[in-house]
């Protein structure tokens, strides 16, 4: 597999932080900023970091089903990813994501059928004094209400409309 | 960024910086006595920086509140190893949110208590392991060592001393059980991040088999103006054995919830009614959890304690991450269980059986008691199960679990046996979360 010079040069790099012999720890690191790039870990991409990280394929297998944020399958372009952990809850985290249910009209891990966002319930992402929260790809919001989640989705849906125009 | 207003009544250590046009550059830092701990350090023998931080009375800012200089006492030397440092930013206790913003405001400061850190063993790398969700501060972070190295805090005989450094930054992909040391480790190997046996502990048998200083980002953070201002100040600062501020992160119904810098020993009940405005809607305040999901609630009428180690284990819950949640008189006690549970019971491991089979039980437990399918019985049921858990587990996420669940019990049977009486409530959608 190739990839961006970027994404390369984190690679290279990634192989030689660790200690002599070691570059079994690049695997996650690895796996996470490929599905960056790639939107997910495809069978290949397992293959491609055991190769040049000198493990088994079955060792970078073990490790995504273990991390929540690798994942096996593509999903959407933006990934909307609501808080309703306790903090988040007690603020009307439960019910921004029900109301983000019904806005994008699928449930946890649904996509759109245009393909555009992903929905997700997720656990706590570190923003509990500035809840409710959420996270759409690696941006956060804070303190989001019903009308702002959806200004936020139309501002994406609009943008997509302007790009494909163009 | 600032994302909160601060209060008047902090006490700015470790967030002295932010707000700070381009706070997180290093010429912002070196303006600001940065990185003058570290050469002062540069002077002093290993036992001298170690006494100096016993004296400070730091300790770990992470959840179990150990002191900081013990810690470093205990990685031996001599062994022939090389000794790692290690940072744990992989913040996720529900209510934490300080870590985040210490890498985003001031990460120089953080690479500085590292370095010290680094120095006091000889150690040729430290790594700073940063949860998934946190990407926007790898790159900041990321940066902010590119400085160091250019500057020459970083690399090759570090100002002169003959000692070389590495740092790097390692991320998580999204795991609560990595922010327990040694399940870090494993993670940090390329591995599932389940817990190691202990002992041997971490200091002794840490990163790569090897002797390890691992502390939390808040803990690196503070040690900069410890070597800077004096372990007397720093103490001076807290009450006995409990030196220094710490990053309070108010979340729940308060008029201003945010992060705020207070020393240790703050009153619980100013922190809510001066620095958070009071309850909000004018609510009554009903119970409190003082540092974060894992530790057992308050309820009112205990929360007049400050807000320190010693005081908090006084009242029989701990200061934890500094994460406090303030829940007002209408908060439903049987939801905040079943949503704790549901956490803890998604984050488990799996790898030892109290606490996968206990979570699950509790969780399942709950959810039909919650449904409106609750049996009397099911109190004491959940109250056993959770008792049964706690302590019987290779790491604390078993009694992260165990903790908040039976003293929601103990402290609010009432409503539990209130939610009997009522009417079968909505069936609450399936949070899909498995």
């Given amino acids: 597999m190739t990839f961006s010079p970027a994404l390369e040069e984190r690679f290279a790099k990634l192989l030689t932080s660790y200690p002599a012999g070691r570059t079994r720890s690049a695997v996650v690191p690895m796996l996470l900023y490929a599905q960056d790039e790639l939107g997910w870990v495809s069978r290949e991409l397992i293959e491609e970091v055991a190769r040049r990280t000198g493990v088994t394929a079955v060792q970078v297998d073990e490790v995504i089903g273990y991390y929540s944020m690798l994942r096996r399958h593509p999903i959407g372009k933006h990934l909307v990813q609501v808080c309703t952990n306790i903090c988040c809850m007690v603020v009307g985290g439960q019910d921004l994501f029900e109301h983000a249910s019904k806005t994008l009209g699928v449930g946890h891990k649904g996509t759109t059928t245009d393909g555009l966002f992903t929905l997700e319930e997720v656990e706590c992402m570190g923003a509990c004094s500035w809840a409710p929260a959420i996270q759409v790809g690696y941006d956060f919001h804070h303190q989001v209400t019903p009308e702002r989640f959806d200004r936020l989705i139309e501002g994406l849906r609009n943008a997509e409309a302007e790009t494909r125009k163009v | ?434």
Wanted: glycine share 12%.
């Fill in chain 2, 1 to 434: 960024m600032l994302y909160n207003e601060p209060s008047p009544l902090e006490v700015k250590v470790v967030t002295r910086r932010f707000g700070k046009p381009d706070s997180e550059k290093i010429d912002t830092y070196l303006a600001d006595e940065g990185y003058e701990a570290f050469k002062k350090t540069l002077t002093l023998t290993p036992e001298a920086i170690i006494d100096e931080l016993k004296a400070s009375s730091l300790r770990g800012r992470g959840g179990a509140g150990f002191p900081t200089g013990l810690k470093w006492s205990f990685v031996p030397r001599n062994t022939g190893k090389p000794a790692y440092i290690i940072c744990n930013s992989d913040e996720s206790e529900p209510g934490t949110c300080k870590d985040r913003l210490l890498m985003e405001n001031d990460p120089h400061q953080l690479i500085e208590g590292m370095l010290i850190a680094g120095w006091t063993v000889r150690s040729p790398a430290g790594y700073i392991f940063i949860r998934g969700e946190y990407r926007y501060l790898i790159d900041i972070v990321d940066r902010a060592v590119a400085e160091a190295y250019e500057r020459g805090f970083l690399g090759k005989n570090i100002l002169g001393s003959g000692w070389d450094h590495d740092i790097y930054t390692h991320t998580g992909a999204g795991a609560y059980e990595c922010g327990e040391e040694s399940a870090l480790l494993e993670s940090l190997e390329g591995k599932r991040g389940i817990p190691r046996l202990k002992p041997p502990f971490p200091a002794v048998v840490g990163a790569f088999q090897c002797p390890t200083i691992l502390n939390n980002c808040e803990t690196f953070s503070a040690i900069p103006a410890i070597f800077r201002q004096g372990a007397e100040w720093f103490a001076s600062l807290g009450p006995p054995k409990n030196g220094g501020t710490r990053m309070m992160c108010v979340s729940g119904h308060v008029n201003k919830p945010g992060v705020y810098e207070l020393p240790l020993g703050f009153p619980l009940m100013r922190l809510i009614n001066e620095v958070c405005g009071g309850m909000r809607n004018g609510k009554k305040l009903k119970a409190v959890i003082p540092g974060g999901s894992s530790s057992p609630c308050l309820r009112a009428e205990e929360c007049d304690i400050g807000l320190d180690f010693d005081s908090i284990a006084k009242a029989k819950s701990m200061a934890g991450s500094g994460g406090i949640v303030v829940l007002d008189e209408d908060t439903d006690i049987v939801g905040l269980a079943l949503r704790t549970i549901k956490f803890y019971q998604h984050e488990s491991c799996g790898w030892c059986i109290p606490c996968r089979e206990g979570t699950t039980w509790l969780k399942k437990i709950l959810e039909r008691y919650h449904g409106g399918g609750g049996r009397e019985k099911d109190i004491d049921l959940i109250h056993e199960i959770a008792k049964g858990m706690f302590g019987r587990t290779f790491c604390a996420l078993g009694d992260a679990a165990a903790m908040p669940t039976y003293t929601f019990i103990e402290k609010f049977r009432d409503e539990f046996e209130a939610y009997l009486q009522k009417s079968r409530p909505k069936q609450i959608p399936e949070l899909a979360l498995l």
